[in-house]
Nanobody, 124 residues
Framework: QVQLVESGGGLVQAGDSLRLSCAAS????????MAWFRQAPGKERQFVAF???????YYADSVKGRFTISRDSAKNPVYLRMNSLKPDDTAVYYC??????????????????WGQGTQVTVSS
């Protein structure tokens, strides 16, 4: 059974940093495109960043320059380093994996697998 499990969320103050991790089991994800999405209270889930198997990355404008997505081993396929956090970054953050070959991975429909999410709360 394929499973993605996020960790690393928590309560921090504005300006602080956090690193989220996504652990995978059930199959190898090193050839997948991996991404992070987030969902704030009362809002739709939105794209944050993705990283292709080649290492190329793409970010939402709202996090560009502050967040960094990276990937390591097959067991922990993706990380999200978040710097200079703002209260607007408060959300549940989800890890996602895509086995499709697409020109863009911004849409939720691009992804086959999802984690359960980890809460990030940024106080002002």
């Amino acid at each position: 059974q394929v499973q993605l499990v996020e960790s690393g969320g928590g309560l921090v103050q504005a300006g602080d940093s956090l690193r989220l991790s996504c652990a995978a089991s059930g199959r190898t994800f090193n050839t997948y495109t991996m991404a992070w999405f987030r969902q704030a209270p009362g809002k739709e889930r939105q794209f944050v960043a993705f990283i292709k198997w080649s290492g190329s990355t793409y970010y939402a404008d709202s996090v560009k320059g502050r967040f960094t997505i990276s990937r390591d081993s097959a067991k922990n396929p993706v990380y999200l380093r978040m710097n200079s956090l703002k209260p607007d970054d408060t959300a549940v953050y989800y890890c996602a994996a895509s086995l499709y070959s697409l020109s863009s991975y911004i849409s939720e429909s691009s992804y086959n697998y999802w984690g359960q999410g980890t809460q990030v709360t940024v106080s002002s």
